[in-house]
C-alpha cells in the first residue's frame, strides 16, 4: 500500500524558517517525481515544487521561488521541503503528492494527509 | 501562463442529480487535465486525468470530457458521498488548479 506521511509542521514566526519531511513506503521511491502542493485555509489548491527522480531538476511556482528549496533522499525514502524568509501568505496545510507519468503528461495519483504550517507572531 | 477557470465555483443539488462542472483553459492545453475531489479536513483525491480517463476504483458514475481548452466533469447521479469541493488541474506546463466547485446538499 502507498503511504506518504508529511511532518514537520507547526508554528513559526515570520522571517523564520521550518524544514518539511514526507516519507514514502509501499512503491519504489526513486522511480518516481514528487511535489509538494499547498492549500491556505479556507482556500484552492496551489502547486509548490517538483523534483525529479534522482532530484537534478527542481521546479517551482512563482510564490516561493528563491525561498524554498525542494530535495529528496532516495536510500531513506524521504522528500523534504526547506522553508525560508517565510510569509503570512505561506500559512497552510502542505502536502505530498507522488507524480505518476503517462504518455507525455502527468498526474498526482498519491497524497499524503497533510502537515500545517502556521505564520504568525 | 495559462489560466485555468472553473465554474460554477459552488452549486447545490439533490441525490440523484447529474451534476456537470466545467473547467476552461486560456489557451490549448491538449488533453492535460486532471480532476481531484477534496472532502473537508482531507487530502485531494484523483478522480479523471487525461480528460476522460478514469482512475481505478473510482465510481463510473464520474465522467470526464473535452480536449484544448474546454472540459466537463460530470457525476451521473449525485450520492450522498459525492458532497465535497472538485479541482480541476493541467499539466500541460505549469501545474495549475482551477479555483474549485463546491457541491452541496439541497
Known amino acids: 500500500e502507498v503511504q506518504l506521511v508529511e511532518s514537520g509542521g507547526g508554528l513559526v514566526q515570520p522571517g523564520g524558517s521550518l524544514r518539511l519531511s514526507c516519507v514514502a513506503s509501499g512503491f519504489t521511491f526513486s522511480s518516481y517525481w514528487m511535489s509538494w502542493v499547498r492549500q491556505a485555509p479556507g482556500k484552492g489548491l496551489e502547486w509548490v515544487a517538483n523534483i525529479k527522480l534522482d532530484g537534478s531538476e527542481k521546479y517551482y511556482g512563482d510564490s516561493v521561488k528563491g525561498r524554498f528549496t525542494i530535495s529528496r533522499d532516495n536510500a531513506k525514502n524521504s522528500l523534504h521541503l526547506q522553508m525560508n524568509s517565510l510569509r503570512a501568505e505561506d500559512t497552510a496545510v502542505y502536502y505530498c503528492?507522488?507524480?505518476?507519468?503517462?504518455?507525455?503528461?502527468?498526474?498526482?495519483?498519491?497524497w499524503g494527509q497533510g502537515t500545517l504550517v502556521t505564520v504568525s507572531s | 501562463d495559462i489560466q485555468m477557470t472553473q465554474s460554477p465555483s459552488s452549486l447545490s443539488a439533490f441525490v440523484g442529480d447529474r451534476v456537470t462542472i466545467t473547467c476552461r483553459a486560456s489557451?490549448?492545453?491538449?488533453?492535460?487535465l486532471n480532476w481531484y475531489q477534496q472532502k473537508p479536513g482531507k487530502a485531494p483525491k484523483l478522480l479523471i486525468y487525461a480528460a476522460s480517463s478514469l482512475q481505478s476504483g473510482v465510481p463510473s458514475r464520474f465522467s470526464g470530457s473535452g480536449s484544448g481548452t474546454d472540459f466537463t466533469l460530470t457525476i451521473s447521479s449525485l450520492q450522498p458521498e459525492d458532497f465535497a469541493t472538485y479541482y480541476c488541474?493541467?499539466?500541460?506546463?505549469?501545474?495549475?488548479f482551477g479555483q474549485g466547485t463546491k457541491v452541496e446538499i439541497k
Open positions: 488541474q493541467q499539466s500541460h506546463s505549469t501545474p495549475l
Open positions: 503528492a507522488r507524480v505518476y507519468w503517462y504518455s507525455s503528461s502527468w498526474y498526482w495519483d498519491y
Open positions: 489557451q490549448s492545453i491538449s488533453s492535460n
